[in-house]
Nanobody, 122 residues
Framework: QVQLVESGGGLVQPGGSLRLSCAASGSIFSINAMGWYRQAPGKERELVATRTSGGSTNYADSVKGRFTISRDNAKNTVYLQMNSLKPEDTAVYYC????????????????WGQGTQVTVSS
């Protein structure tokens, strides 16, 4: 089994900062991309940022220049530093990882965390 456990959400004022963390644990042989998605009330889940094991990153246009994704590959952990937060960043943020579980199983599996609430409000 594989688990993704997120932490770091909360309530912050506009212009403030938060740092999200997501640690993957369990039966893990290798992790390719790890990333963050978010879902606001009444809206579809959308990509925020992803980072491959090799360091390539992809950001949503709405967060470029404000959010930074980073990884600690040795700890199977991905972070999202969120600066200059806006009310429209309010959403449940989900961690995502593409994982190969064993050396003898060449399939890659997609896993999600349980989500962490980020609320930006004065």
């Amino acid at each position: 089994q594989v688990q993704l456990v997120e932490s770091g959400g909360g309530l912050v004022q506009p212009g403030g900062s938060l740092r999200l963390s997501c640690a993957a644990s369990g039966s893990i042989f290798s992790i390719n991309a790890m990333g963050w998605y978010r879902q606001a009330p009444g809206k579809e889940r959308e990509l925020v940022a992803t980072r491959t094991s090799g360091g390539s990153t992809n950001y949503a246009d709405s967060v470029k220049g404000r959010f930074t994704i980073s990884r600690d590959n040795a700890k199977n952990t991905v972070y999202l530093q969120m600066n200059s937060l806006k009310p429209e960043d309010t959403a449940v943020y989900y961690c995502n990882a593409n994982i190969r579980r064993n050396w003898y199983d060449s399939n890659w599996y997609n896993y999600w965390g349980q989500g962490t609430q980020v609320t930006v409000s004065s």
